[in-house]
């Protein structure tokens, strides 16, 4: 077990290899994973507890991105604890993703009707907000490389969109339930997953002649979240039926390699390496990190750190 780590704790620049950063909600810190697979350790948070109400880093980039109560966002050149403001009048704690390399990013609130996109993080940020057409609410959102974003609507059967930069809604597919998004890196390829007909597809080329292909990966149970490896070799589906991690081949085909977890995991959320994959969100018990790089994937965990308040 790992010493207590105080949650008012200030903000502390790690030494040494990182994995990756991960934003807790439990108490508004900002924290690394120190180490490499197989051998890591959650660090001390780089800013201090209750400064923010959300955030989100990239290693591809080396940024982070945090919110404070006021709706200011705010980038950090990690692991410098040193903030800068690059945008305001933002929704209150809301959801903050990446592109899949870090160069672009987007700000949206669950329920909301608009996307704030954030480019040219790693040059000069340029914001631009996407409004929806009325009564569009948003379930989740992604964006690519390129700045593209796309949406899933609060719909029955769920709409997958492209939104375009005049806030037009440009339909790509439906699922009954969706189990997760995410870019391809580098690419306007997509995944999508079905979490009701277990099914998982390939959206290809999104932006410009679009053409869905569906994906043949027996072992998919209630897909809760969907990811690619950095060279868009493996896509990787998180059940929540039977708690696999599947590691599926986009090159060849072959057989899907799966992964019993030791606990249920609710994201994949990308760390150093090419195939490396936090599985969930710190609490009472450890993390668990999925490295899907090798001929045989391996499941690790971080041991769990005591939160005071």
Known sequence: MLPSV?????????????????????????RPLLGVTGSAQVGQSIVASGAYVSGAASIPSGLGLV??????LFSLALPSSKATLVASGLPAAAQIVFSPLGTDAIVYAKGGTSVTLISALT??????????????????????????VMAAAQTTPVAIDIVSPGGNLLPLTTVAQAGGLAFLPGTENALIADRV???????QNVSTSFAMRPLSATGINLPVAVASSRDSRWAVVANGGD????????????????????????QLSSLAGSASFQLNVLGSGPLWIADLSGSTPQLFFVPAIHLTN
């Open 243 to 266: 708690k696999n991690i599947l590691r599926i081949d986009l090159e060849n085909g072959a057989a899907p390699s799966i992964l019993s977890c030791s606990c249920q995991a609710t």
């Open 67 to 72: 919110e404070d109560q006021k709706g200011d």
């Open 197 to 203: 007909k277990n099914t998982l597809s390939l959206l």
């Open 123 to 148: 040059t000069q940020p340029q914001i631009l907000t996407l409004a929806l057409p009325p009564a569009v609410k948003l379930l989740a959102a992604i964006v690519s490389d390129a700045g593209t």
């Open 6 to 30: 105080s949650s008012k704790a200030v903000p502390g620049v790690p030494g040494g290899a990182t994995l990756g950063y991960f934003w807790s909600s439990n108490d508004g810190t900002l």
